[in-house]
C-alpha cells in the first residue's frame, strides 16, 4: 500500500511541479553567491582546423559547481540567470575571465589563438555591449580579432535592426562574430546577408546525423556550400565519430569540434595542448585519433 502512494505521488503533476519549483528557487538562491564564491568555472573546447589538423581557438564554456548540489548544467542555469538578473554579472565574468585568459596564451607564444565566448540574449540586447567589450579587451590587452563572440540565430533576429546595428559596431572594432546552433532557430537565410557574421557554426542535431540520415547529410552540405559562397567560415558543432569527420572532410567545412575530438577541458589543459602544438608536433594533427 505504502508502495502504491509513492507511485502516485511521484506521478502526481502537482508535486512534480513542487519539487521543480523548489528545486528553481534552490537554484535561484545560490546562484546569488555563485560567483562571490568562485563556484563558476570556464571550461575550454578547442576548435580545430581542417586544412591544418591545428587548434585554432576555443570556445569558453560555463560550468557551475555548487558543494552540495554538484555541477549544474548552463543551460539550466543561463536561463535562470536570466529571470534574476544576475545574467549580467556572470556574463561580464565570463568575458573578462576568457578574454584574460586568452592573453595568457598569446603572451605564452600562442599568438594566433581566438577565443569564442558565447553571449546570452539579455547580454546582447542590453545597450552599451560594444563598450563593454572595449574595455574588457582594453584591460585584458587582447586584440580584438582574437575574440569571437557567439550569439543564436533567435537571439539575432529578435529584432533584426537592434542586432545588425550591434554586430557592426563590434565588427568595426575588429572583433568575429559567430551565428551559433545555426539551423535551429528561424533558419531564414536571408539575413546573413545583412548580418556582418564571420561564422556559422552548424548546431550538433545535423552533424549527429550525417552518416545515417540523409536529411541531415543534405542540410549540413548545403550550409557548407552556402558558408564557402558567402565567404563565411563554418564550424560544425558535436563531431563525435571519425565517421562524421570524414565527412565533414569531404566536403570542406573549415573547422570541426566534438568530443571525437576534445571534450571541454581546463585552463591547464588547454595550456599542455598548445605547448605540445608549438613544440615538437608542429606538423601533426592536434588530436589523438588523427585519421591517416
Ligand atoms: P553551445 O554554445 O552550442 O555549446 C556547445 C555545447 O555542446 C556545450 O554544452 C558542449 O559541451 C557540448 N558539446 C561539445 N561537443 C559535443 C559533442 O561532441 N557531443 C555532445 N553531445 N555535446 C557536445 P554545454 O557546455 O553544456 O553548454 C550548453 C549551452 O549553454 C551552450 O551551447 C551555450 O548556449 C550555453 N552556454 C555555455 N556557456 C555559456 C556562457 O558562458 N554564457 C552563455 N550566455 N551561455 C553559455
Ligand atoms: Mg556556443
Ligand atoms: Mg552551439
Ligand atoms: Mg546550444
Not at 502537482?14 to 571550461?43: C, K
Not at 584591460?139 to 533584426?160: F, H, K, N, S, V
Request: charged share 20%; aromatic share 8%; net charge negative.
Amino acid at each position: 500500500k505504502d508502495h502504491g502512494r509513492d507511485n502516485y505521488a511521484f506521478y502526481d503533476p502537482d508535486l512534480h511541479q513542487n519539487r521543480r519549483s523548489s528545486r528553481h528557487s534552490t537554484l535561484e538562491r545560490a546562484l546569488h553567491h555563485a560567483l562571490d564564491d568562485n563556484q563558476l568555472v570556464l571550461l575550454y573546447q578547442p576548435q580545430i582546423d581542417l586544412e591544418s589538423g591545428q587548434i585554432r581557438g576555443v570556445e569558453a564554456l560555463l560550468r557551475w559547481h555548487h558543494p552540495e548540489l554538484g555541477t549544474i548544467s548552463p543551460t539550466e542555469f543561463i536561463p535562470l540567470a536570466e529571470e534574476t538578473g544576475l545574467i549580467h554579472a556572470i556574463s561580464d565574468w565570463v568575458l573578462r575571465t576568457a578574454c584574460a585568459q586568452n592573453s595568457a596564451w598569446h603572451r605564452q607564444g600562442h599568438t594566433t589563438m581566438r577565443m569564442a565566448v558565447n553571449l546570452s540574449a539579455q547580454q546582447f540586447s542590453k545597450p552599451g555591449l560594444d563598450q563593454l567589450v572595449h574595455e574588457v579587451l582594453l584591460d585584458t590587452g587582447l586584440a580584438p580579432r582574437w575574440l569571437e563572440l557567439e550569439l543564436t540565430e533567435t537571439i539575432a533576429l529578435r529584432d533584426i535592426d537592434a542586432a545588425i546595428s550591434t554586430l557592426k559596431a563590434l565588427k568595426s572594432m575588429g572583433v568575429r562574430i559567430a551565428i551559433d546552433d545555426f539551423g535551429t532557430g528561424y533558419s531564414s537565410l536571408s539575413y546573413l546577408k545583412h548580418f556582418p557574421v564571420h561564422s556559422i557554426k552548424i548546431d550538433r542535431s545535423f552533424i549527429n546525423g550525417i552518416t545515417t540520415n540523409s536529411s541531415d547529410a543534405a542540410i549540413t552540405r548545403a550550409v557548407i556550400a552556402m558558408a564557402q559562397n558567402l565567404g563565411v567560415r563554418v564550424v560544425a558543432e558535436g563531431v563525435e565519430s571519425e565517421k562524421q569527420l570524414i565527412f565533414l572532410r569531404t566536403y570542406q567545412c573549415h573547422e570541426v569540434q566534438g568530443y571525437y575530438f576534445f571534450r571541454p577541458l581546463p585552463e591547464k589543459s588547454i595550456t599542455q595542448l598548445l605547448q605540445r602544438q608549438s613544440e615538437k608536433h608542429a606538423d601533426s594533427p592536434a588530436w589523438r585519433n588523427p585519421v591517416p
